[in-house]
C-alpha cells in the first residue's frame, strides 16, 4: 500500500516523510552518540544533548500503545475515525489515524504499519501524501 504512482506528490510534513522511487518512508533522527530514535527528528539529542542527529527511516511497523475513536472533529474530516498512538521497535511513538480497520477491531498491542495516502491537494493541485496505520499484513513480515 505504500506504492504511490508517479504524480506530482509533496509530502504534507517534508521533516518526517521522504518520497521515493513512489515510496513513502516516515523518518526519525538517530542520535550517532547514544544512539537514541527520536521522532520528529530533533535538532539536538533529548538524551545526551549530542548535536550529531542524523534523520533516517524508521522500520515502519509497530505496535499500538493506545487509541481512541474519534466521533466530532473538523469538517474536512469525516468521523468517526480511529487515531492510535504506536509505539515503533526503535523506542519512539508515532500518532497517527489508523484506516481499514474497525473502531470495534483495535487492540492495544495490536500490531500496524504506516502507509502512505493522500490526504489533500496543495495550492498548486499537487496531492499531499500524509502517513496513516492500518493493521499489519502478516505475509509481508519481515520484509520492510
Ligand atoms: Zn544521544
Known amino acids: 500500500m505504500s506504492e504511490l504512482g508517479p504524480h506530482a506528490l509533496v509530502p504534507l510534513r517534508p521533516e518526517?516523510?521522504?518520497?521515493?522511487?513512489?515510496r513513502g518512508k516516515l523518518?526519525?533522527?538517530r542520535c550517532r552518540s547514544c544512539g537514541a530514535w527520536h521522532f520528529p527528528p530533533p535538532e539536538v539529542c533529548a538524551r545526551c544533548h549530542g548535536?550529531?542527529?542524523?534523520?533516517?527511516?524508521l522500520s515502519g511497523r509497530g505496535v499500538v500503545y493506545t487509541y481512541t475513536v474519534v466521533h466530532q472533529s473538523t469538517p474536512e474530516f469525516r468521523t468517526p475515525y480511529v487515531l492510535?498512538?504506536?509505539?515503533f521497535p526503535e523506542g519512539v511513538r508515532v500518532l497517527g489515524q489508523l484506516v481499514?480497520?474497525?473502531a470495534e477491531?483495535?487492540?492495544i498491542g495490536?500490531?500496524?504499519e504506516v502507509v502512505f495516502e493522500e490526504v489533500g491537494e496543495d495550492a498548486e493541485g499537487r496531492k499531499v501524501?500524509?502517513?496513516?496505520f492500518q493493521p499489519a499484513s502478516p505475509a509481508r513480515e519481515g520484509s520492510g
Open 51 to 57: 548535536a550529531e542527529v542524523e534523520v533516517a527511516p
Open 27 to 29: 523518518l526519525g533522527g
Open 105 to 107: 477491531s483495535v487492540r
Open 110 to 112: 495490536m500490531p500496524v
Open 100 to 102: 481499514r480497520c474497525p
Open 129 to 132: 501524501v500524509g502517513w496513516r
Open 16 to 22: 518526517v516523510i521522504r518520497l521515493e522511487e513512489g
Open 84 to 87: 492510535v498512538y504506536v509505539d
